[in-house]
């Protein structure tokens, strides 16, 4: 049940998948729901091993990982702005990346997210006891029950933003106003990452 929730929670991985698909298909918005996928199995197998615990601990750490991300967010952001603001617009103009291009966006959006991190130290550990000496394997089949529980949501997250961009296609004023808009959703979640606090 809590994962469901999580899952359903609006961040920049959802808005990612949103733009993807509008932007330049169906097939773009998996790859980067695989490309997100692939990075919470990485932050399952570093909360796992207890790497992920020393950089949000660690302040230079988690500051270097908080800019990080943030800046990644910021960079997407303007790409929404420069693809021309409008679906049909930013085809037509040849710009659109490839497939493992989307894998590896959904990726590092993921990797580079510090409250992903902070998230998977906090979280998964409530259901493993300390002194469970199972724990190490625990941890990953939480981390791969989440990905499972997350699938359906993201997939019909995709099927929702394919569904919407045929229905829009032929108005370029809101395909327009959708990139600024998801732009402003990338700078906003930006400014979220740089307030974000390390574990203490």
Request: overall charge positive; cysteine-free.
């Amino acid at each position: 049940m809590a994962g469901l929730v999580l899952a359903v929670t609006p961040g920049p991985d959802m808005a990612l998948f949103v733009s993807r698909t509008m932007n330049f298909g169906r097939t773009h918005g998996f790859a980067a729901i695989l490309g997100t996928s692939t990075g919470i199995a990485v932050h399952t197998a570093l909360v796992a091993f207890g790497i992920s615990v020393l950089i949000v601990a660690a302040p230079a750490a988690f500051w270097a990982l908080k800019i990080v991300g943030a800046l990644y967010l910021v960079w997407l952001a303007i790409q929404a702005i420069r693809s021309g603001g409008g679906i049909l617009v930013t085809r037509a103009a040849g710009k659109q990346p490839s497939l493992f291009q989307s894998y590896l966006t959904g990726l590092a959006i993921n990797l580079t997210n510090p409250k992903v991190a902070l998230f998977f130290v906090t979280f998964l550990p409530q259901f493993i006891s300390a002194d469970d000496p199972a724990a190490l394997s625990k941890l990953l089949f939480l981390g791969v029950e989440f990905i499972i529980i997350s699938l359906p949501v993201v997939i019909a997250t995709v099927l929702f933003a394919e569904w919407l961009t045929t229905t829009l296609r032929d108005n370029a004023w809101v395909s327009k106003a959708l990139s600024w808009s998801f732009a402003a959703v990338f700078m906003a979640f930006a400014a979220t990452i740089l307030f974000a606090e390390g574990r203490k």
